[in-house]
C-alpha cells in the first residue's frame, strides 16, 4: 500500500498551459516535500510545507499544504518545456526522529511532459 | 561544493560478480542514504546511516551491504549481483532531522546479466 497516493500519474500539455498535481495519504504527516526528477538525474528538492494550510510560492509553482496535513498539491502556471519532468512528493510521519521515522515516505511520482 | 558525488555512473556486471558504490557528501550532513528507483515501484530505501558509525535497514536490503566509512563517505556493495539488482541507485544525505530533507546524486544506472 502506497502511504503517499500522487495523480495524475502521467500528464502531458502544451506550453503555457496551467496545470495541478496531487499528492493524497489518509495519514497526517508533519511536513511534506516536493522533489523534480529530471531524466538521467537524481531527485532534486523544490519546497518542505510545514503547517496545515500552508502555501509556498517557488516562480511559476505554487505549493500547498493540506488543512489536515494529509495531502499537498502543485500548481505550474504557464508550463514551460523546462518544468518537464517527475514531481515527486515525500513526507515525514509525526513521531519520534530517530529509527525508521527517519524515513521519508515516498509517492510514485508524476511524469509531466511539457510541449512546445 | 560538489553537493553528492557517486561513482561510477554507469556499470554492467554479470551474475555472481561483486562491486561497491561509492558516495561522497561535501555539505557537512550527519545522515545518508541509499535508494534504488524502478520504474513502477518509486524510490525505495535499501540502507541509511543516521550518523557516522551507524547504519540501519530500509525497506529492501536483502543482498546489500553498506558501510559508513566516515562523515563524508557511505558505500554500497552488492556482494553477489543478481539480475532482481539491475536498477538506477542514488545516494542521498540531510541534515535536519525533523524534515529529512535530502540531496541526491546523479545516480548509478546499472545492470546485471
Known amino acids: 500500500t502506497q502511504l503517499l497516493e500522487q495523480s495524475p500519474q502521467f500528464l502531458s500539455i502544451q506550453e503555457g498551459e496551467n496545470l495541478t498535481v496531487y499528492c493524497n495519504s489518509s495519514?497526517?504527516?508533519?511536513?511534506l516535500q516536493w522533489y523534480r526528477q529530471e531524466p538521467g538525474e537524481g531527485p532534486v528538492l523544490l519546497v518542505t510545507?510545514?503547517?496545515g494550510g500552508e502555501v509556498k510560492k517557488l516562480k511559476r509553482l505554487t505549493f500547498q499544504f493540506g488543512d489536515a496535513r494529509k495531502d499537498s498539491s502543485l500548481h505550474i502556471t504557464a508550463a514551460q518545456p523546462g518544468d518537464t519532468g517527475l514531481y515527486l512528493c515525500?513526507?515525514?510521519?509525526?513521531?519520534?526522529?530517530?529509527?525508521?521515522?527517519?524515513?521519508?515516505?515516498w509517492g510514485l511520482g508524476t511524469s509531466l511532459a511539457v510541449n512546445p | 561544493n560538489a553537493g553528492v558525488t557517486q561513482t561510477p555512473k554507469f556499470q554492467v556486471l554479470k551474475t555472481g560478480q561483486s562491486m561497491t558504490l561509492q558516495c561522497a557528501q561535501d555539505?557537512?550532513?550527519?545522515?545518508m542514504y541509499w535508494y534504488r528507483q524502478d520504474p513502477g515501484m518509486g524510490l525505495r530505501l535499501i540502507y541509511y546511516?543516521?550518523?557516522?558509525?551507524?547504519?540501519d535497514k530500509g525497506e529492501v536490503p536483502n543482498g546489500y551491504n553498506v558501510s559508513r566509512l566516515n562523515k563524508r563517505e557511505f558505500s554500497l556493495r552488492l556482494e553477489s549481483a543478481a539480475p532482481s539488482q539491475t536498477s538506477v541507485y542514488f545516494c542521498?544525505?540531510?541534515?535536519?532531522?525533523?524534515?529529512?530533507?535530502?540531496?541526491f546524486g546523479p545516480g548509478t544506472r546499472l545492470t546485471v546479466l
Open positions: 542521498a544525505s540531510s541534515w535536519r532531522a525533523s524534515y529529512n530533507e535530502q540531496f
Open positions: 555539505m557537512n550532513h550527519n545522515s
Open positions: 546511516s543516521a550518523s557516522e558509525g551507524t547504519t
Open positions: 495519514s497526517v504527516f508533519s511536513s
Open positions: 510545507v510545514v503547517t
Open positions: 515525500a513526507g515525514v510521519k509525526p513521531g519520534l526522529y530517530a529509527g525508521n521515522n527517519r524515513k521519508l515516505i
